[in-house]
T-cell receptor, first 113, second 112 residues
Framework: KAGVTQTPRYLIKTRGQQVTLSCSPISGHRSVSWYQQTPGQGLQFLFE???????NKGNFPGRFSGRQFSNSRSEMNVSTLELGDSALYLC????????????FGEGSWLTVV | SQQGEEDPQALSIQEGENATMNCSYK?????LQWYRQNSGRGLVHLIL?????REKHSGRLRVTLDTSKKSSSLLITASRAADTASYFCATDAGNAGNMLTFGGGTRLMVKP
């Protein structure tokens, strides 16, 4: 059974640009959530989607957005990139929402220059 | 914001020794999960322990949970060089779905 797949693995963007990251959850999982990991702030929750609906949102500006498709695949978008957005973005999937084991992908490394 | 603290922040041991990492959290939880992260990689799930459980085992891993003290510990027995990684605890609370709140992590180095 394939794990959580994230693309791209590495990318470099310029300040002011936008970026879209993609996540394919484990087959059968309907919940997808996103996290940002930085050396200064650690691991922080961005948002969770379940059955195409955003269920929870972390404390991030509106430049960070996401969506989930009917096949449970998810994308997150960051617009007007800032240097501080450089981070490892991790996607996680779970069968349901609440109380289940949550599995993470390998992450997408974003560098903003 | 982080849910709590992990202790110690860094730990260096010899192969074959046991490693114990502690995690404290601030609010009531449904579950607590432990993850391992090798440098620059994603998080690997180790164990989930529910709030009504006190102890769980998986291979060389033993996790305890004390909800009265809002703390958990991860014990790795007979450590190996391959156990070198960062270890994180993460909690989910109430009706917050799959929103995990992470501790700062413990960096474990196992010397061969």
């Amino acid at each position: 059974k394939a794990g959580v797949t994230q693309t791209p693995r590495y990318l470099i963007k310029t300040r002011g640009q936008q970026v879209t990251l993609s996540c394919s959850p484990i087959s059968g999982h309907r919940s997808v959530s996103w996290y940002q990991q930085t050396p200064g702030q650690g691991l922080q929750f961005l948002f969770e989607y379940f059955s195409e609906t955003q269920r929870n949102k972390g404390n991030f500006p509106g430049r960070f957005s996401g969506r989930q498709f009917s096949n449970s695949r998810s994308e997150m978008n960051v617009s007007t990139l800032e240097l501080g957005d450089s981070a490892l973005y991790l996607c996680a999937s779970s069968l349901g929402t609440g109380g289940n084991t949550i599995y993470f992908g390998e992450g997408s490394w974003l560098t903003v220059v | 914001s982080q849910q709590g603290e992990e202790d110690p922040q860094a730990l260096s041991i010899q192969e074959g020794e046991n490693a114990t990492m502690n995690c404290s959290y601030k609010t009531s939880i449904n579950n607590l999960q432990w993850y391992r992260q090798n440098s620059g990689r994603g998080l690997v799930h180790l164990i989930l322990i529910r709030s009504n459980e006190r102890e769980k085992h998986s291979g060389r891993l033993r996790v305890t949970l004390d909800t009265s003290k809002k703390s958990s510990s991860l014990l790795i027995t007979a450590s190996r060089a391959a156990d070198t990684a960062s270890y994180f605890c993460a909690t989910d609370a109430g009706n917050a779905g799959n929103m995990l709140t992470f501790g700062g992590g413990t960096r474990l180095m196992v010397k061969p």
